[in-house]
């Protein structure tokens, strides 16, 4: 039975947060607040937080500075996976992963959709590895960051969680 197996020691993992938006300060980003609540939480290690605006340069730039620390293994964004002419994570997450995750958007969407229905469609949420390091793009809002957390993220980054997890991986992820 898939679940978290408490016989098991907790990795915790170094997690850096970064918020895409073009609206949102320290004291507005209330989806990036309750993500480090979450990942806090779950005993996970804040390696780094930052606002970013929806500019492909910029984000990218920030995302192949995270990759290429040793200090962090995961790198969690929010915003930037909608539709509209400003949102370009997706867009410059592909310039920094080497493997996607396909099966991470694919699951959100599903689980998104028992809470908004077909709007669900709507969200270009992605995963991917670059290096030794997961990126995931979440959307901005909290109820997104809440599902994207609640229902993948924390099993997944959990190294308890059976069968398998994204932690155990981490050893092997540069493997050739």
């Known amino acids: ?24 300060t320290t004291e507005t980003d209330t989806s990036g607040d309750l993500l480090a609540s979450f990942v806090a939480e779950a005993g996970h290690e804040i390696a780094e937080r930052q606002i970013v605006r929806d500019e492909i340069a910029v984000l990218t730039e920030v995302l192949k ?19 509209t002419g400003r949102d370009l994570t997706p867009e410059a997450y592909r310039h920094v992963i080497d493997k996607e995750i396909p099966g991470f958007g694919e699951l959100f969407r599903m689980l998104s959709y028992e809470t908004v229905g077909t709007s669900a469609m709507q969200s270009r949420v992605m995963a991917g590895v670059s290096g030794e390091t997961y990126l995931f793009a979440l959307p ?37």
Not at 1 to 24: C, K, N, Q, W, Y
Not at 65 to 83: E, K, P, Q
Request: aromatic content about 6%; proline content about 6%; hydrophobic content about 40%.
């Open 1 to 24: 039975m898939p679940g978290i197996d408490e016989s098991l020691p907790f990795h915790p993992l170094r997690i850096a947060l970064l918020t895409v938006s073009d609206t949102r």
């Open 65 to 83: 500075v995270w990759v290429a620390r040793r200090d962090i293994d995961v790198v969690i964004s929010t915003g930037g996976t909608g539709l």
């Open 140 to 176: 901005g809002s909290r109820g997104a960051v809440r599902d994207g957390w609640t229902k993948i993220l924390r099993f997944q980054l959990d190294s308890r969680h059976r069968p398998c997890n994204f932690v155990d991986l981490i050893p092997r992820l540069n493997e050739r």
